[in-house]
């Protein structure tokens, strides 16, 4: 059964909460702290948090400051950035947090995702991929906070991850990033057709 669910994602960049266009141009917007107070209030179903900064910076999860924010979420959290060792995801959820989510590290370690979904449940076990349409058509994943096309077809991609244990997939379009211009329906629908799993769809519209 399909439902909507309001589920807030917050980039994190080096402590900050950031926005972009197209994953470029990032500013600063404020505090991750006073966001997730304000969706408090605002009851959303979740809150996704993704720290762009580890990858660039090649630093692992910040654990202090996901407690913090943990600690003041009402409703359930997912974090994503720099992990890349199954300890990292025990201290993660153990600060509170009720899903991981990998993006670059499994394009070398796709076992991760296995290791992960044996350990705290595949309900637990989320893959972010960032897909851009190519020139000549079609679509490709990217990595590397969208700076690395792998060459991967998306759909195959996510079966792949989901053959793995992944039990949640985030699709995010990079020619629809912080643009307003809703989401990319083609390959949603594309990916939504052959997966079995929950697809979550990353999208904004001025409404």
Do not use: W
């Amino acid at each position: 059964m399909k439902y909507k669910r309001v589920i807030p994602v917050l980039l994190i960049q080096d402590g900050g909460l950031v926005k972009g266009t197209k994953f470029k141009d990032f500013k600063y917007v404020g505090d991750p702290i006073n966001a997730v107070k304000i969706f408090n209030e605002k009851e959303v179903d979740e809150i996704c948090i993704l720290d762009i900064s580890t990858t660039s910076s090649h630093k692992g999860p910040d654990i202090n400051m996901i407690g913090e924010i943990a600690s003041e979420a009402f409703m359930p959290l997912s974090y994503g950035g720099g992990i890349t060792s199954l300890e990292q995801v025990e201290k993660i959820v153990n600060q509170g947090v009720e899903k991981v989510i990998f993006n670059t590290t499994i394009y070398n370690n796709l076992k991760l995702v296995e290791e992960t979904a044996k350990r705290v449940g595949s309900s637990s076990t989320v893959v972010c991929i960032d897909v851009k349409k190519k020139f000549l058509g079609g679509y490709s994943v990217f990595i590397n906070n969208g700076t690395k096309d792998i060459g991967a077809n998306p759909v195959e991609y996510v079966k792949k991850v989901q053959d793995y244990g992944a039990g949640e997939i985030i699709i995010n379009s990079i020619d629809k990033d912080g643009t307003l211009s809703g989401y990319d329906l083609d390959i949603i629908r594309k990916i939504s057709d052959n997966v079995t799993i929950p697809l979550i769809a990353l999208g904004e519209e001025l409404i």
